[in-house]
């Protein structure tokens, strides 16, 4: 398989200890010294984030530069979503939903406000200190769900969130992160987000479309008994 994601490490560059690790073959990635490099570089090394992958010719990337010196090469002719899946997480997965982002691609996308009824995370049972049992989110899924809640709480009374870009952004990364396996360098490399990637991820998160449902039933049922 052509990996659609490959890093080119110039000689000299310096990558961070995190990138390394993640592309470092008999760890989940795959490496390779190439004769050449993107732009007629010579030397360094080709790495990716998936195992047991070739790479392409390097003119077959579209090559940006990435922090450490480095390079971040993506061919999304052979790129597909599922590649990245986190297979460990595929039951948790059963009850996300399917959001379109800016590649025109869907990805799994999980609502993870505890009060929509569409809540699609898995929980486990506790028991508290009077021994009355209760559902709560299983531990990995804490920081989503919390985050989910962050979401909702700084919705202004119009329905609009008044946070500044960047932390959208990094929100957004965080909410793709629960069932792919994409840092954020690959994630803006694959030109995954935009302005309405942002509002569907968010939206999905937290569920909304049947929030709105809810709350109009509810005005149209108080109309009704007023009636």
């Known amino acids: 398989m052509i990996s659609p994601i ?4 110039p000689l000299n560059s310096l990558p961070s200890s995190e990138l390394v690790a993640r592309c470092t073959a008999g760890s989940g ?15 360094g090394k080709l790495a990716a984030p998936l195992p047991g992958v070739i790479f392409d010719a390097p003119e ?3 090559w940006r530069p990435a922090p450490g010196g480095i390079h971040i090469g993506v061919n999304t002719k052979n790129f597909k979503p599922e590649m990245f899946f986190k297979k460990k997480r595929l039951r948790s997965a059963a009850y996300a939903r399917p959001t379109v982002l800016a590649d025109g691609k869907e990805y799994l996308i999980p609502v993870a406000l505890l009060n929509s009824p569409n809540f699609s995370l898995p929980v486990v049972d506790r028991m508290d200190d009077r021994g009355k049992i209760y559902s709560e989110p299983r531990d990995e899924f804490a920081d989503i769900v919390d985050l989910a809640a962050d979401v909702w709480d700084s919705l202004n009374e ?8 960047e932390h959208v952004r990094d929100v957004c990364v965080q909410v793709l992160q629960v069932f792919y396996n994409l840092n954020d360098i ?17 939206e999905t998160l937290i569920d909304r479309a049947s929030l709105r449902e809810m709350a109009e039933n509810e005005i149209a049922q108080k109309k009704t008994q007023e009636k």
């Open 6 to 9: 490959a890093y080119y490490y």
């Open 29 to 43: 990635g795959s490496e390779c010294s190439p004769a050449r490099g993107p732009h007629g570089l010579k030397g």
């Open 60 to 62: 077959n990337y579209r």
């Open 158 to 165: 119009n329905g609009i969130l008044e946070w500044d870009e």
């Open 186 to 202: 690959e994630i803006f490399a694959l030109g995954l987000l935009d302005r309405d990637a942002y509002g569907a991820i968010l």
